[in-house]
C-alpha cells in the first residue's frame, strides 16, 4: 500500500561502528523515498571486550534513548553481536516498535554449498551465541558448520574503510580458518557474520587460498526491513538530510570525512 504523508518517520539504522554502512546502503536502494538515522556506538566499540551483561545493559540503554528522540519507523540493528546476544531482550522492552534484525546468513549458505562445507567467519561474541548455534542446528545439520570467530578482524575492517593500510599477512592470519578440507572436498562458502566484514570482501578473495563464495547478508536485510516499512509517494516529500550520530560525541577527522562520503552529516 502505498500511502501519502511528508513528515515520514525516519529509519534508525545501528552498528557498533561504521559497519552498518553496508546495510544503510542497501536500504536506500529499497527505500529511496525514506530519511535514515546512523547510529554508531563507537564509545562502545569493540563489542568483543565487553561482557554479555553490561553488554546487553549498554544496548537497552542506548535504543530507550534514541526511540524516544527520534521515534523512528523501525529500527535496524546492522550487528550480530548486538542482536544475537539482546534481539529478545529488545523486542520485549520495546513491544510497540519494530526490529530488523541480523543474524548468520547460515540458512542461505546451507542451500547454497555444493561441499556441503561452510564457515562463519565472525565476531567470537556472535561465534559463542547459543542463537547462532540454534541457527545450525535449525538449517544446516546436513553440512559441516565451522566457527570462526576473528577477534581483531572488525578493528582491520573499521581501519582498511577509513583508508588506513591493513597489512594483508594480518588479514589472512584471521581469515585462515575458514578454508578447510574434508574427505576431498573443500570449504565453498564463507558466511561474513559481520556488517564490517564485507567492506573487505575484495582483498578476502585475492587474499584466499581458493574461490569460495562469501555471503553478505546486508540485501537480505534491507529486503526484510522494506517489508516492514509502509511505501510512501515520493512526490510532494521534502528533501531529506540523513544523519550520523556517533555516541562518542566525538568522531575523528577520517570517520566524518568517510560519513559525507555516504552523504550523512555527522
Same mark, same amino acid.
Given at each position: 500500500?502505498?500511502?501519502?504523508?511528508d513528515?515520514?518517520?525516519p529509519i534508525l539504522?545501528f552498528d557498533?561502528g561504521?559497519?552498518?554502512?553496508?546495510?544503510l546502503?542497501e !536500504?536506500r536502494?529499497?527505500?529511496?523515498?525514506r530519511?535514515f538515522?546512523?547510529?554508531?556506538?563507537?564509545?562502545g566499540?569493540?563489542?568483543?571486550n =565487553?561482557?554479555?551483561p553490561?553488554l546487553?545493559?549498554?544496548?537497552?540503554?542506548i535504543f530507550?534513548?534514541?526511540?524516544?528522540?527520534?521515534?523512528? /519507523?523501525v529500527?535496524?540493528?546492522?550487528?550480530n553481536?548486538?542482536?544475537t546476544l539482546?534481539?529478545?531482550?529488545?523486542?520485549e522492552a520495546?513491544?510497540?516498535h519494530?526490529?530488523?534484525?541480523?543474524?548468520?546468513?547460515i540458512?542461505?549458505?546451507?542451500?547454497?554449498?555444493?561441499?556441503? !562445507?561452510?564457515?562463519?567467519?565472525?565476531?567470537?561474541?556472535?561465534v559463542? $551465541?547459543?542463537?547462532?548455534?540454534?541457527l545450525i542446528q535449525?538449517?544446516?545439520t546436513?553440512?559441516?558448520v565451522r !566457527?570462526?570467530?576473528s577477534?581483531n578482524l572488525?578493528?582491520?575492517?573499521?581501519?582498511?574503510?577509513?583508508?588506513?593500510?591493513?597489512?594483508d /599477512?594480518?588479514?589472512?592470519? /584471521?581469515?585462515?580458518?575458514?578454508f578447510y578440507?574434508?574427505?576431498?572436498a573443500?570449504?565453498d562458502?564463507?558466511?561474513?557474520?559481520c556488517t564490517?566484514?564485507p567492506?573487505m570482501a575484495?582483498v578476502? $578473495? $585475492?587474499l584466499?587460498p =581458493?574461490?569460495?563464495? =562469501?555471503?553478505d547478508?546486508a540485501?537480505?536485510?534491507a529486503?526484510q526491513a522494506?517489508?516492514?516499512?509502509?511505501a !510512501?509517494e515520493?512526490?510532494?516529500?521534502?528533501?531529506?538530510v540523513?544523519r550520523?550520530?556517533?555516541?562518542s560525541g566525538?568522531?575523528?577527522f577520517?570517520?566524518? $570525512?568517510?560519513?559525507?562520503?555516504?552523504?550523512?552529516?555527522?
Amino acid at each position: 500500500m502505498i500511502m501519502m504523508n511528508d513528515t515520514a518517520k525516519p529509519i534508525l539504522v545501528f552498528d557498533s561502528g561504521i559497519g552498518g554502512l553496508t546495510v544503510l546502503r542497501e !536500504l536506500r536502494v529499497l527505500m529511496p523515498e525514506r530519511s535514515f538515522i546512523y547510529i554508531a556506538d563507537d564509545a562502545g566499540f569493540p563489542y568483543g571486550n =565487553w561482557a554479555e551483561p553490561q553488554l546487553r545493559e549498554r544496548l537497552l540503554s542506548i535504543f530507550k534513548e534514541f526511540i524516544r528522540d527520534h521515534q523512528p /519507523e523501525v529500527s535496524v540493528i546492522a550487528c550480530n553481536t548486538a542482536f544475537t546476544l539482546a534481539g529478545a531482550d529488545l523486542r520485549e522492552a520495546f513491544p510497540d516498535h519494530t526490529f530488523v534484525g541480523t543474524v548468520p546468513a547460515i540458512k542461505p549458505a546451507a542451500e547454497r554449498t555444493r561441499s556441503g !562445507l561452510v564457515s562463519v567467519l565472525a565476531t567470537p561474541g556472535t561465534v559463542k $551465541r547459543a542463537y547462532t548455534r540454534d541457527l545450525i542446528q535449525s538449517f544446516a545439520t546436513q553440512c559441516h558448520v565451522r !566457527l570462526v570467530g576473528s577477534q581483531n578482524l572488525a578493528r582491520m575492517a573499521e581501519a582498511y574503510i577509513r583508508g588506513d593500510k591493513v597489512p594483508d /599477512e594480518d588479514i589472512s592470519a /584471521e581469515i585462515a580458518q575458514c578454508f578447510y578440507e574434508k574427505d576431498g572436498a573443500k570449504t565453498d562458502i564463507v558466511v561474513l557474520a559481520c556488517t564490517h566484514y564485507p567492506f573487505m570482501a575484495n582483498v578476502f $578473495r $585475492r587474499l584466499a587460498p =581458493w574461490p569460495v563464495d =562469501w555471503i553478505d547478508p546486508a540485501e537480505a536485510i534491507a529486503r526484510q526491513a522494506r517489508r516492514k516499512v509502509p511505501a !510512501l509517494e515520493q512526490l510532494g516529500i521534502e528533501p531529506h538530510v540523513d544523519r550520523a550520530i556517533f555516541t562518542s560525541g566525538n568522531p575523528d577527522f577520517s570517520t566524518r $570525512r568517510l560519513m559525507q562520503g555516504f552523504g550523512l552529516s555527522v
